[in-house]
Structures are given as C-alpha cells and as structure tokens.
C-alpha cells in the first residue's frame, strides 16, 4: 500500500498569500495518478487536480499541481478567503487500495 | 448534470448492518465506477472500495472485506453499500462518489451520518 505523508499539517496564511502544499508517497504513483481534493466543514471533498496537474473543471488558474513519482505540490498562488480548508492528496494508480494522505489545513492567519 | 444523491442518516446498534444507497442522475450510470468513502468525526478520508457499474465487479479496502458488499441497480442508477458487524468504530460520514478513471473521484454525493451506538 502506497502511504502519503502531507505536510505541513497546518498552514496559517493570509489572504492574498501564496500557499505550498506538500504529498510525499511512500512509492512511485503510477503515470502520476495523483490528485488533490479540497474539503470545507461540513461539506463533501471537491476535486481540484487529477493527473497530477490537470485542473479540475470549474477550478479557478489559481490552483496548480505538479510533480511526478513521489513527490506532489499543490499552489495556490493568491489565498482567496474561499480558500482557507482541508486539502487532501489521493493517489489512484492501476492497483488499489486508493490511499490518502492525512491532510493540510491551510487557516487564516 | 451530475448528482449523487445520498440515503439519509442512520443509527445502528453495534452487531447490526447498514445500508447506504446513493443515486446517480446527470451521466451514463454505466460508464464509471463508484467509489466508497467514509469519514470519522474530525479525522480523515479512508477508502473503502469501488464498484464498477458496467459489469459489477468489486475493490474492497484490505481491513473492511468481509464486512463490506458494494452493489448496483443499473435499472434505477442507484449504488449501495452495505457495511456488517457494525462497531462503535464505524461511525462516520459516508460519501459515494463518481470514478472518472484517469480523472479521479469527480463528483461526491453529499454524505451519510452512520452512527453506532449502544
């Protein structure tokens, strides 16, 4: 099983700030089957990135994916205040299980 | 366009079973997967499984078979998942969600409290 490791766990930005976020797998993802969720309280995840740096239709330039065999970056280059959530990081390569990471929170700061 | 539309919440007694459906409109039901996820209180994402609507066949999450079924009714494009010898463990938020294959798990329904308690 492919273990992804987030960090930080919590980001404390301010709007209008540029957010760098993290996922490092414990093995190569597969054709970079990596994607990034965004999750508000009390919500369902939204998908932002798949492929690694495909955005997700709907998503706003402001988000950006890259990387490729173990380690993922996801970009938000200005903090809208829409923004502030849990990201989650998911590598769904040709063999399951589907893994997550545990999370980064990005919060006002 | 797409939805996905979740049964609503349920409380269950430890040893019993649940089932969860969730009904899809918007999209040819057939073409994709669905993805089970569930979500402890204040924890993060675990996998569950998939289940492919063209022809049924299953992906169980390793610590969950044996314990798990995930079916479809391809007449009513609904999905389900049934989950046995519910624990106190098993509280959660459960999603359903759309396997898009190379582009992910698009669309999410919008959850189901399952709460175990005795």
């Known amino acids: 099983e492919i273990v992804l490791t987030q960090s930080p766990g919590t980001l404390s930005l301010s709007p209008g700030e540029r957010a760098t976020l993290s996922c490092r797998a414990s093995?190569?993802?597969?054709?970079?089957?990596l994607a990034w969720y965004q999750q508000k309280p009390g919500q369902a995840p939204r998908l932002l990135i798949y492929g690694a740096s495909s955005r997700a239709t709907g998503i706003p330039d402001r988000f950006s994916g890259s990387g490729s065999g173990t380690d993922f970056t996801l970009t938000i280059s200005r903090l809208e205040p829409e923004d502030f959530a849990v990201y989650y990081c998911q590598q769904y390569g040709s063999s399951p299980p589907v893994t997550f990471g545990q999370g980064t929170k990005v919060e006002i700061k | 366009q797409v939805q996905l539309v979740q049964s609503g919440a349920e409380v269950k007694k430890p040893g019993a079973s649940v089932k969860v459906s969730c009904k899809a409109s918007?999209?040819?039901?057939?073409?994709?997967?669905i993805s089970w996820v569930r979500q402890a209180p204040g924890q993060g994402l675990e996998w569950m499984g998939w289940?492919?609507?063209?022809?049924?066949?299953?992906n169980y999450a390793q610590k969950l078979q044996g314990r798990v079924t995930m079916t479809t009714d391809t007449s009513t494009s609904t999905a389900y998942m049934e989950l046995r010898s519910l624990r106190s463990d098993d509280t959660a938020v459960y999603y359903c969600a759309r396997e898009g294959g190379y582009t992910a798990t698009d669309y999410w329904g919008q959850g189901t409290l399952v709460t175990v308690s005795s």
């Open positions: 289940i492919s609507a063209y022809n049924g066949n299953t």
């Open positions: 093995q190569s993802v597969s054709s970079s089957y």
């Open positions: 918007g999209y040819t039901f057939t073409s994709y997967g």
